[in-house]
């Protein structure tokens, strides 16, 4: 049978006969239609699908027509779990049940997902020597009664998660796996999954580790990558990879990480640690005495260079923390990392122990990839990329924060071009955000290095002129005035107030979030609004069921719920832009960003700050309506957007048939 797409979503194919509710959506039809072309010729396709158009079953019926019919393999990539979830466990298996012909789908995890079951049984067996706290030995023993009853051993099975010191003594980890010579080999969850993976035909997973896939084959030619070999490849949430990539192309090095490993190995002060706990004959000892002392050695090294990167932040950084000079920072860490790798590698060709051996080559190798990302974070090693230190929270018992030192690629385009869309592959970017303006690809297109994409935009089918209402006060201050904040949270308050509730509230930094929310929190909680607020430790999903068991709800959030968050129905009926969404202009990958156009004698402010602006600002407005009987207000507290001349853009980004009721 040859599948058609047309007869799939027509309003008496299979699809509609199977899903109640099901209506035919002109802009789908093309959407597939586009998709199959690209796939046939292909091409690479720029898709922004507006709400409602049912992007999903659009590329996935083409990419299960090439699986069945050529043989193909394709990749569909998401920034989201949400949608990953929504993807294997709704989307594909309707059409699975509707299209007689038999593919496979799997989703495609990272390694370090999945539990080791050797792993687990020296782990518990060490136990006593490995972990010093209750907690630690209780996160144990729920791992291990988990792990004989889950049948895919990945962490999202796991009912609740451990401690990072625990899943690191058990997870999968490709430096210690033993192969075939692993006693649990043939019950090995990650290696199960891996065939899985080879054998599948369309395979799902996330932009980090697509990316992270690139960035391998990039270094190691087309057989590095962790994804086996594919003909296609569909990213959706396609407004999220310039920054996913810039990540994967760049290195981070954290004091954590580099503390986390060395008192996996030993912890000076108990005497618990891998190479306390593991099993090993006379000839041993004395490389163990010395690995103890390199760990000694690399404590100190540590304190050292995280110390003098926070002096050198307190005394010479700008406030972004951008480092502009190599060798600003001595590097102290990367000889002793070292001398430990070397040292680990000496004793694990001393000992008898097979498995001690595999540990030891990891954490060898864990040891020398720090010393790697010091040396060339410290010496700008990286062409192409900005270079910055991050402060994090407080250490334990510490007198200053947590530190980390990374670096991004500045201009991801000449990776992905060469890369990506240089390839023989059909490539499809699909988002409700791609275009600046109605028709306008050419930020998305030169941002991620793709020459002359084939582009289609598709308009919601919702009428959004019927369902939403948007409001603009052109009165408030500037955020330089005296009083701004005090008149931002007023009219927010009485925003909220107007619909009983019901209300994201959007905010471009945390500092003015918690300003309004000192002034307004205990008014609402008084008038009986449930508050939720972003950035209190609460994780965002907690803060989303919280938000949707209410009507009456209000939620304050900053940049992630801005874009990728789906409430439906009355529980979110008032959307409060409290600014546009302009970048943080002092962020270091913005300054670069902009130092870099400014060089090719580009405006930086039109060509990358305002269209970014726009599609946030299009996401932030987007999530007001995601169905069709969803209705509302978006409320846009920043005059600019009617005062300014590129005000007109945020406005013609907008879905047909909105008008703005302007106050003031």
């Known amino acids: 049978m040859t599948l058609s797409v047309d007869m799939l979503l027509s309003d008496t194919g299979a699809i509609a006969r199977r899903l109640s509710g099901f209506e035919v959506r002109p802009q789908q039809i093309l959407m597939a239609s586009a998709v199959e072309r690209a796939f046939e010729e292909r091409q690479r396709l720029f898709v922004e699908a507006g709400t409602g158009v049912g992007k999903s079953f659009a590329y996935l019926i083409p990419a299960i027509r090439r699986i069945v019919e050529r043989g193909e393999r394709v990749v569909v990539a998401t920034n989201t779990i949400s949608l990953q979830e929504q993807l294997i466990e709704k989307d594909i298996p309707l059409l699975n049940a509707v299209i007689p012909e038999e593919f496979s ?51 999202a099975t796991l009912p609740q998660l451990p401690r990072s010191e625990v899943w690191d003594q058990v997870q999968s ?44 084959r990039a270094r190691a030619g087309a057989t590095g990558g962790v994804l086996p070999n594919y003909h296609h490849v569909i990213l959706d949430e396609a407004h999220e990879i310039e920054d996913v990539a810039a990540e994967n192309f760049g290195i981070r090095l954290s004091e954590s990480g580099v503390r986390h490993l060395l008192r996996t190995l030993y912890q000076v002060s108990t005497g618990r640690g891998y190479l306390s706990a593991m099993r090993s004959d006379d000839a041993a000892e004395t490389v163990i005495e010395d690995a ?18 926070w002096r050198w932040h307190e005394e010479f950084a700008e406030s972004s923390g951008r480092m502009r000079d190599k060798d600003a920072v001595r590097d102290h860490l990367s000889g002793p990392m070292l001398q430990l790798a070397a040292t680990l590698r000496m004793l694990r060709d001393r000992i008898a122990n097979e498995a001690d051996q595999f540990e030891l080559n990891s954490y060898a190798a864990r040891a020398e990839g720090h010393a790697t990302g010091a040396r ?11 270079y910055w230190v991050e402060i994090g929270k407080k250490r334990r018992g510490g007198e200053r924060p947590n530190i980390t030192v990374v670096c991004a690629a500045v201009d991801v385009g000449p990776i992905l071009r060469e890369h990506l869309f240089a390839q023989d592959k059909g ?41 939403v209402t948007l409001i603009i006060d ?60 972003q950035g209190i430790g609460v994780p965002r999903n907690t803060l989303l069921e919280r938000f949707r068991t209410d009507d009456r709800s209000v939620l304050f959030g900053v940049a992630s719920f801005w874009q990728g968050v789906d409430v439906r129905g009355r529980a ?27 060089s090719r004698g580009g405006k930086p402010f039109s060509e990358d700050s305002l269209p970014r602006a726009v599609l946030r600002f299009k996401q932030g ?44």
């Open 572 to 598: 979110l009926r008032n959307v409060i832009i409290t600014r546009l969404p302009f970048e943080v202009p002092d962020r270091p990958i913005v300054q670069a960003r902009h130092e870099l156009i400014e």
């Open 292 to 309: 103890i002392r390199c760990i000694r050695d690399c404590e100190s090294a540590a304190d050292r260079q995280f110390d003098a990167l």
């Open 105 to 155: 789908s799997v989703l495609v995890k990272g390694r370090g997902n999945y539990v080791s079951l050797r792993r687990l049984k020296l782990a518990s067996e060490r136990e006593g020597r490995l972990f010093g706290h209750d907690e630690d030995r209780n996160d144990l023993r729920r791992v291990e009664k988990w792990a004989y009853q889950t049948t895919d051993g990945s962490l």
């Open 621 to 664: 407005f987007g999530r007001l309506v995601r169905s069709s009987t969803d209705e509302g207000r978006v409320v846009v507290l920043d005059p600019r957007i009617v005062t300014k001349r590129y005000g007109c853009m945020f406005l013609d980004a907008l879905p047909d048939g909105i008008v703005a009721r302007v106050q003031g």
């Open 427 to 467: 490539v499809v970017l699909t988002s409700a955000t791609l275009a600046t303006s109605h028709g306008d690809f050419r930020h998305a297109a030169i941002r991620l290095g793709c020459d002359d994409p084939q582009t289609l935009e598709l308009g919601s089918p919702f009428d959004y002129a019927r369902l």
């Open 474 to 533: 052109r009165t408030m201050p500037e955020p330089n005035h005296p009083d701004y904040e005090d008149e931002l949270a007023g009219r927010v308050l009485s925003h909220i107030r107007e619909t009983d509730g019901g209300a994201f509230v959007l905010f471009t930094s945390f500092r003015t979030l918690n300003a309004v929310a000192e002034r307004i929190a205990d008014r609402l909680v008084d008038d009986n609004f449930p508050l939720h607020i």
């Open 376 to 386: 060339d974070l410290l010496a700008q090693a990286l062409a192409g990329c900005v």
């Open 173 to 216: 980890d490709a430096h210690n796996c033993m192969g075939r010579r692993c006693p649990t080999f043939d019950k090995c969850f990650y290696q199960a999954a891996r065939r899985r993976m080879d054998n599948g035909q369309l395979l799902i997973t996330n932009h980090a580790l697509f990316f992270a896939d690139l960035a391998m």
